[in-house]
């Protein structure tokens, strides 16, 4: 299947601030923003571009598609099915993107980042309700149990993540027993408790040109 293959920070800088795609580094000084918070490019730091509206929106759908590790075709077909939906279709479009199995995965702490979890979901290492789900897409519900196959519990990779997620927290729409190594979805998360600043009206003004 078809992802993307290149250097992450490059995307934090292109988007100017941190996206979280590398886990633990992301909390230390080695992060890219934190030593040069430039776009990429041998003439990155002296762009000075006057930036549109169209420009506006694009970033913006850019910065929440590389947040979630999603490409264009995949980012497309969530939007359009937030757009079918009752409600506010940006609102909705968040909601989507956080109840994706992989995501859940990261926010439990399981993983250090969203591409560990989406791999992690791929070699069958997590359990949706009992049963194995290995398609980093699929969509939880409220009331659904989330856990790692028992086999998988002495990964190193899972117990250091889980160690990591102390310091993180825990979305309040989640509940987690790290000992156990299984987490439960209390609810559908609500747009005050999905943390990064994204302001998803530009998404969809720019999906409605």
Known sequence: M????????????????????????????????ERRNTPPGQHGAGRRRKVRAFGTQLREKQKLRRIYGLLEGQFRRTFTEAARRKGVTGE?????LELRLDNVVYSLGFATSRAQARQLVRHGHIQVNGR??????????????????????????????????????????????????RGKVLELPAREEIRFPIQEQLIVELYSR
Not at 5 to 32: D, H, Q, S, T, Y
């Open 92 to 96: 909705t479009l968040l909601r989507l």
């Open 2 to 33: 078809a992802r993307y293959r290149g250097p992450v920070c490059r995307l934090c800088r292109r988007e100017g601030m941190k996206l979280f795609l590398k886990g633990e580094r992301c909390f230390k000084e080695k992060c890219a923003i």
């Open 132 to 181: 194995r789900v290995d398609v980093p897409s699929f969509r939880v519900r409220s009331g659904m149990e989330v856990a790692v196959q028992e086999s998988s519990r002495t990964n190193p990779l899972i117990r250091e993540a889980l160690e990591f997620a102390q310091g993180r927290g825990v979305p309040a729409w989640l509940e987690v027993e790290s000992d156990a190594f």
